[in-house]
């Protein structure tokens, strides 16, 4: 099985692959351009393609079998110009990570460690206990809503009770998660769901009926202390929403994982959107970084080699997103 790695972000899962996968892997691993000589004939030759994007300005893989994502999301595949004979896959393995980074937030802009320490090494005790205006706020027995119920949504879920929250969902299917959920939302009903939580994290995978989701009529039912997290993709919020929100003060804050635009192949320099959120001190930003972790490579990896073993061997696939024609009964 000829397999190609395309591009920095899937070359990060290379390492002792066609040991994982075994007899019969033979791995290439290519750049994002396909510029170098022979890159092109070598991805159009693939019979398995591990990357990020997939579209007309690519070479067409006549022999291609599987094209597997090395993430969970797979808004840059042209799914009329992949190959009709080759499955779609994707893999998660990052909701443990996610929900972590989630977590940190909110403790972050609850407990201020960071701010309790700078204060102190010049000397002020401002966070001192024994008086109540320095004390600081607690996460427990606050409300997170969750805006999608996948994955991540559980995981972070999971974490939250587990630090005495109540947990709120809005989904687009029904939420059955006894002991776990304490009110969901259907999202007919997203302006009481926005409303009802002290934090809401996004969630939700990017397709056309997700775009905009959180608008400016979600931003104006929050509370005003509310704290967004987006960890799904930037454009599930809208931009100037989120920044006039955050610049008028209409909630309380945000942290942003997941933005507008990015830097090209190669490159760590950008600004992440069209608006300047980097003057904002209301908002936390990262660079699309929360479950990116040893652990999230390790998992994935094992995640797309299974797959490419299974269908060397012909067996049902995982995570599978759309299937080879040839399967379609």
């Known amino acids: 099985m000829r397999i190609v790695f395309h591009g920095a972000n899937a070359a990060s899962f290379s390492e002792g692959f066609a040991d994982l996968v075994g007899p019969g892997a033979e791995v290439a691993i290519l750049s994002d351009s396909l510029a170098q000589d022979g890159e092109r004939e070598r991805y159009a030759a693939a019979g398995a393609i591990i990357g990020v994007r997939f579209d007309p300005s690519l070479p067409r893989p006549a022999a291609l079998r599987l094209f597997h994502v090395p993430g969970a999301g797979f808004d840059a595949v042209d799914l009329p110009t ?45 966070w001192w206990a ?47 998660a006894p002991g776990l959920v304490d009110r969901a939302f259907p999202l007919s009903d997203l302006g ?56 008028d003060r209409r909630i309380g804050g945000a942290v942003i994982d997941t933005w507008y635009r990015y830097p090209g192949p190669g490159e760590l320099q950008g600004r992440p959107g069209d608006l300047p959120f980097e003057e904002l001190p209301n908002l936390l930003m990262t660079p699309h970084m929360s479950g990116w972790t040893d652990g999230t490579i390790r998992r994935r990896q094992a995640t797309m080699a299974e797959n490419i073993r299974r269908l060397m061997r012909g067996e049902p696939l995982l995570n599978l997103v759309r299937p080879a024609a040839a399967d379609v009964a």
């Open 130 to 176: 024994g008086a109540p205006e320095r004390a600081h706020g607690e996460i427990a027995g606050r409300t997170i809503g969750l805006l999608g119920f996948g994955h991540i949504g559980r995981a972070v879920a999971a974490r939250a009770r587990a630090f005495g929250m109540r947990v709120h969902v809005a989904n687009r299917s029904p939420v059955v």
């Open 192 to 247: 009481d769901f926005w409303a009802s939580a002290d934090f809401i994290v996004v969630t939700v995978p990017l397709v056309p009926e997700t775009t905009g989701m959180v608008d400016e009529a979600a931003f104006s039912a929050m509370r005003r202390d509310a704290l967004l997290i987006n960890v799904a993709r930037g454009p599930v919020v809208e931009q100037r929403a989120l920044y006039e929100a955050l610049r």
């Open 82 to 126: 992949l190959p009709a004979a080759a499955a779609l896959c994707n893999c998660f393995g990052h909701e443990d990570a996610i929900a972590e980074y989630v977590m940190a937030a909110l403790l972050q802009r609850t407990v201020p460690l960071s701010d309790a320490d700078a204060r102190l090494r010049q000397g002020e005790w401002t």
